[in-house]
């Protein structure tokens, strides 16, 4: 899909990188020109340095022969390869000898040094710029006229000190600033060098990565539009480069994995409430209506309420148990975790379990031989845990043998398993067991027992809620529960 460059840069990758280009850009800027003015300040202090050792010299020979030694020394160096600037004019500044031809009106004077750079034309660069104005006819050559115009377009800048001697004359030494110059020009092109660079491989990481990564963002576009549109099946793509737009697929994969699976109990949910409690509340309406359709007893008015009343609380509990199970599930609950003793709360449900397993003739024991801790919540687990052994002790008294129900808390590795076996028939087909978790289901021999079918789905809710397992095993007789739980540090 072809992007405009307005669209281009309403992108946050996109702006991100002029951004960054642009800092880049005035960071080199700034650093390029304070070493340019940094090294010219140098090269001139050197400049400086060198023109008042001449100076010296030249005083020196001043001092030994007067004007006569003065002019011949000025005379010699000027005549040296690379030869600094020499001039001596009288005193109205006409120039008497040196390598200086004509000099930027003013320079000669005020005494000391100068205080701006001046322009200048060394001795013998007037015949060159005559020969680059000549025209061909007369007689200058190709040649000559494109080393006067070469030699004419580069100008000459200088500094120099002024000075005047005890007969009024005027010494002027400088020195050419084209090494100075020079040098901001190769700093210039260097600079104009890495922007350009710069600006290429901004373009070139833009072509290859953001390029890339604009139609990755498309693709995640593209792919919530389609789960917007009612479509949870739909993932995000994940490439399998392990960089941050995968990290960020995959947690929005897992999350719309959640989603999908809070809808899928939602709809379960409603279902079962409009299948499973349509029973009950059609027998509180028919048991009022058999009240109310002849003439009773006060006794017979007073039994239909209390079994009304009897079967209300079971639908509550059912309800609750339904409430419970959702919020579990949606990993939220307003109960505090804290240090949790596995091993005290199996003792309480044990005694608290004890007359009922003696009424029903069920053997209750608890294999518990030390104290356990584990991160969670007393009250859900107690609750889990009672859900499990009230199953074990109503389905274990089929049991062919004496009916029996054993409840054992174990380390196993790094973590905690509790179980809850019983001697009964069990489960065991495996999908049977597989279903026995699920909200509402009863299996077939389960029907002539009461109860709503939500006792091990709490449990399993519950130890979700604790980053647990819990687990249907075959008992060979009967079942096994398993509730297991991480390992945690005893601090």
Not at 3 to 32: D, E, G, N, Q
Not at 386 to 402: C, E, F, L, P, R
């Amino acid at each position: 899909m072809a992007l405009s460059v307005p669209a281009i840069m309403k992108t946050t990758a996109a702006r991100l990188s002029a951004l960054y280009l642009l800092l880049f850009a005035l960071c080199a800027v700034a650093l390029v020109f304070y070493m340019t003015s940094l090294s010219a300040r140098m090269l001139t202090a050197q400049t400086q340095d060198t023109i008042n050792d001449e100076v010296l010299g030249l005083a020196h020979a001043y001092q030994r022969g007067g004007l006569p030694v003065l002019v011949r020394v000025v005379e010699a160096r000027s005549r040296q390869p690379g030869a600094n600037l020499y001039l001596i004019a009288d005193a109205n500044g006409q120039i008497l000898t040196g390598n200086v031809q004509s000099l930027e009106p003013g320079v000669l004077e005020a005494e000391g040094w100068t205080s701006s750079p001046f322009s200048y034309q060394r001795f013998g660069e007037g015949e060159l710029e005559r020969l680059r104005n000549l025209p061909a006819e007369q007689g200058s050559t190709q040649s000559e006229q494109s080393d006067a115009q070469a030699q004419g377009e580069k100008g000459h800048n200088a500094i120099a000190l002024v000075l005047r001697l005890p007969n009024q004359m005027i010494m002027l030494v400088g020195r050419d600033l084209g090494e100075p110059e020079r040098f901001r020009a190769v700093i210039r092109r260097a600079l104009m060098l890495a922007l350009g660079m710069m600006g290429l491989g901004g373009l070139l990481i833009w072509f290859f990565v953001g390029r890339a990564a604009l139609k990755r963002i498309d693709s995640v576009s593209e792919a919530s539009r389609r789960i917007m549109g009612g479509d949870l099946s739909g993932r995000l793509p994940v490439t399998g480069a392990g960089d941050e737009f995968d990290r960020l697929s995959e947690n929005l994969n897992a999350m719309l994995a959640r989603i999908a699976t809070l809808n899928e109990g939602l709809k379960q949910v409603s279902d079962n409430i409009a299948h499973d409690l349509k029973t009950p509340l059609t027998r509180l309406r028919n048991r009022a209506e058999a009240t109310l359709s002849g003439k009773h007893k006060t006794s017979d008015y007073r039994q239909a309420l209390e079994g009304t009343i009897a079967e209300s609380d079971q639908l509550i509990k059912t309800f609750n148990a339904i409430l419970m199970i959702s919020r579990l599930e949606a990993g939220y609950s307003s109960e505090n975790t804290n240090r949790v003793d596995l091993a005290e709360a199996v003792r309480d449900v044990v005694e608290l379990y004890e007359p009922v397993a003696e009424e029903a003739g069920v053997s209750l024991e608890a294999d518990v031989r030390e104290a356990t801790f584990v991160n969670g919540n007393r009250e859900l687990i107690g609750q889990a845990l009672s859900n499990i052994v009230d199953n074990a002790i109503k389905y274990s008294t089929d049991a062919t043998a004496q009916p029996a129900v054993r409840v054992a808390l174990e380390r196993v590795g790094a973590g905690v398993r509790l179980s809850v076996a019983d001697n009964g028939h069990g489960i065991p087909d495996d999908g049977d067991r597989a279903r026995a978790t699920e909200r509402f289901v009863r299996l077939e021999k389960s029907r002539s027992q009461p109860g709503s079918g939500l006792g091990l789905s709490l449990a399993k809710a519950v130890m979700t809620f604790h980053n647990g397992r819990l687990d249907l095993l075959p008992g060979n007789p009967g079942l096994s529960v398993v509730m297991s739980f991480p390992a945690r540090e005893d601090h």
